[in-house]
């Protein structure tokens, strides 16, 4: 009896000991943290990501068909701050995955790293489609937020692959060399961004306009998520004419004759800009999204 009960003990310890070969299984709910993911972990692992590139991050049909990938998954990789509160938990429950239950290190929240912009201030209130009201979640547009998600999936993946854990560094290091290397290659482009007025529709450019020093001096929705109205839009149309702005910035997805709208009463021009790797084609990778975007802002800002 004692030799067959520690031979389970042994087939256990067998069962739950990951094969040399395994990669590690990651899903990520966006493109940017997918890409980062990727270059950290290399082939150490397995990634897919939830939503599109050129979708609304946040109103994203998340297909039935990823309830399969995250009941195999290890780690589960999110944005956080609500972004992903439209469908995650749906996903998570179908799943029904021990291993990306709130206080496991595979449910990354990835924002717990990041110094969040536009932090809520007193009770929360999503009453008035407020739909930011955790604080801004698009913290990934500034890239020394890649550099700390670079290290945080550095850490997680080691701790759930300690075999593998010097090369999630190396992963990690190698990204952040190469993004050094990108931002010593745009500084000219940073130049001819910094304190120039803009505006844009959603706050998501917030992040991007800290890092680059651009000055937006408005937004189309008078909250983030919420539409504009036409008192809003006159305000907008005062400020644009008060600060010199002459330029708006918007994600693919939202209302172009708005914009176009705006653009005709003021004299400025509409600049479509992708939020996410994938948003459009250019934007192949979390270097290039952020190249392009710096490369439409400082052409269109000259
Ligand atoms: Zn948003």
Redesign the pocket.
Known sequence: MRRLLIGLHALVLVLMARPASAQLQVVTSTTDLYDIATAVGGPLIRAVHISEGYQDP?FVEAKPSFILRLRDADVFAFVGLDLEIGWMPLLLQGARNRKLQPGQPGYLDVSSVVQVLDAARGPVDRSQGD??PMGN??YWLNPENGRRIARLFAGTFGALDPQHAAAYQDGAARFQARLAEQERSWTPLLAAIRGQPVVAW???WRYLADYTGLDIVGFLEPK??VPPSPAHLAGLIATMKRTGAKLIIMEPFYDRKTADFVATRTGATVLVLPPSVGGIKAATDYFQLLRYNLEQLAAALR
């Open positions: 946040h739909v930011h979640p698009h959603h706050t998501s983030p998520g």
